[in-house]
């Protein structure tokens, strides 16, 4: 009988089994996105015997922990406190502790805390494991009945309808399917933005995934405007998703190129910029790096 910390070609795995504590390190460890059965095996063993647990809610995690009986001491680790936390992490980590890091939902880093903390261990050459799980992106994607061969995540849009379109203009080449975050106050006036800039193509918008009132509607991005324009937003956490573009679509033009690189570069800097570019637009990076600092020098 094979050991179930082994996988199936026989390898031992790389982390603990049952009953063993975690290898020293940061444990990049995914929760449940809305259904607390959705933990791991592996997820509670590393939780339960770590040395220190971060998280973005020590509230939210205090529930997670309690149903299953874990007692860890738990600090907040969040955007504002990252920088300065981030010093005490390393100094105990080098010294050999085992510290766990959850979001409040689904897997660390993903719209979340933990990049700059992760950035920073790699650096210093210490030991980062992840312990994988649910993930809102991917249930969503599942969910919704669009291609999922390839895709691609933008995270939440800019508030403002112009930085919004902006955004979504930049994106609209992308050859596979979209999948974005929204609030449920901004669903309607984003679904209008996406049918008028990316064109009227089929999406799905996913809500309270693995929760009691877990939906998916499914539609073209116009009709899912108009549904919840008469409806009202939807409530809970809300993923959209949305089908690729058509071929025709997939090489910008030169006024499209231009407009990314000016909405990306004052941020990302020329080099970054050209590159997210490139990969996004289907021009050579060294055409979009040539016209980006063309553009700068025109500034």
Do not use: C
Not at 19 to 48: F, M, Y
Not at 102 to 111: E, M, Y
């Amino acid at each position: 009988m094979s050991n179930p910390s082994e996988n199936t070609s026989g390898e031992a795995s790389r982390t603990h089994g049952p009953g063993q504590p975690p290898e020293p390190g940061l444990h990049l460890v995914s929760t449940p996105i809305g259904n607390l059965r959705d933990i791991t095996l592996r997820a509670l063993d590393t939780l339960a015997g770590a040395d220190l647990i971060l998280a973005e809610d020590t509230r939210v995690a205090a529930k997670l922990l309690s149903a299953y009986g874990v007692s860890v001491t738990v600090w907040s680790f969040h955007d504002h406190n990252e920088d300065k936390q981030a010093a005490v992490i390393l100094d105990r980590l080098r010294a050999g502790e085992r510290i766990a890091l959850v979001s409040d939902a689904g897997t660390p880093l993903v719209s979340d805390p933990g990049f700059k903390l992760v950035r920073a261990a790699v650096a210093a050459d210490l030991p980062v494991h992840v312990v994988p799980g649910a993930s809102s992106v991917l249930a969503a994607l599942s969910l919704s009945g669009l291609p999922s061969d390839a895709f691609f995540f933008g995270g939440f849009l800019p508030v403002k309808s112009g930085a919004r379109q902006a955004r979504l203009n930049a994106l609209k080449a992308v050859p596979g399917t979209l999948i974005l975050f929204e609030t449920a106050p901004r669903l309607i006036a984003s679904l209008a933005d996406m049918a008028a800039v990316l064109g009227d193509r089929p999406a799905a918008v996913t809500r309270e995934l693995t929760k009691k009132f877990e939906e998916a509607r499914r539609g073209t991005l116009a009709g899912l405007a108009e549904h919840y324009s008469h409806e009202g937003p939807p409530k809970g956490e809300i993923v959209v998703v949305i089908g690729p573009p058509e071929v025709s679509e997939a090489v910008w033009d030169e006024a499209r190129v231009d407009a990314a690189l000016a909405d990306r570069v004052p941020a990302a800097g020329v080099k970054q910029a050209s590159a997210e570019i490139a990969a996004l637009s289907g021009w050579a990076k060294r055409d979009v790096y040539a016209r980006a600092l063309a553009l700068k020098d025109r500034a």
